[in-house]
């Protein structure tokens, strides 16, 4: 088991940030490619950005590029989602997933790659 827990979502303003969190535990960190999805009220959920369990790779949405910035302390078994310029579009739950992976470079973007999920933090943008 990896059990992955997420914090640091909550109540901001359009124009705003968060920094998102992602905190695992069980098995070996550095064998996993990580990534957040987000699900909004009535839609599926989506990719937001990944990381290869390097971090020499990342990978974002296009509705996100430029805005979100996804980082890995490996030495911390963490993950870390910084949303800046956030909009009210961008409300959501925000998922933290972990992909295990055989190479160090690899990254996973679809959601039926991933092998563990955590509960979700809860992002709210107001306008």
């Known amino acids: 088991q990896v059990p992955l827990v997420e914090s640091g979502g909550g109540l901001v303003q359009a124009g705003g940030s968060l920094n998102l969190s992602c905190a695992v535990s069980?098995?070996?960190?550095?064998?996993?490619?990580m990534g957040w999805f987000r699900q909004a009220p009535g839609k599926e959920r989506e990719f937001v950005a990944g990381?290869?369990?390097?971090?020499?790779?990342?990978y974002y949405a296009d509705s996100v590029k430029g805005r979100f910035a996804i980082s890995r302390a490996n030495a911390k078994n963490a993950v870390y989602l910084q949303a800046n310029s956030l909009k009210t579009e961008d409300t959501a739950v925000y998922y933290c997933?972990?992909?295990?992976?055989?190479?160090?470079?690899?990254?996973?973007?679809?959601?039926?790659?991933?092998?563990?999920w955590g509960q979700g933090t809860q992002v709210t943008v107001s306008s």
């Open positions: 069980g098995d070996t960190f550095s064998n996993y490619a």
């Open positions: 997933g972990a992909c295990r992976t055989s190479v160090a470079s690899w990254m996973c973007t679809v959601q039926s790659e991933f092998d563990y």
């Open positions: 990381i290869s369990w390097s971090g020499e790779n990342t």
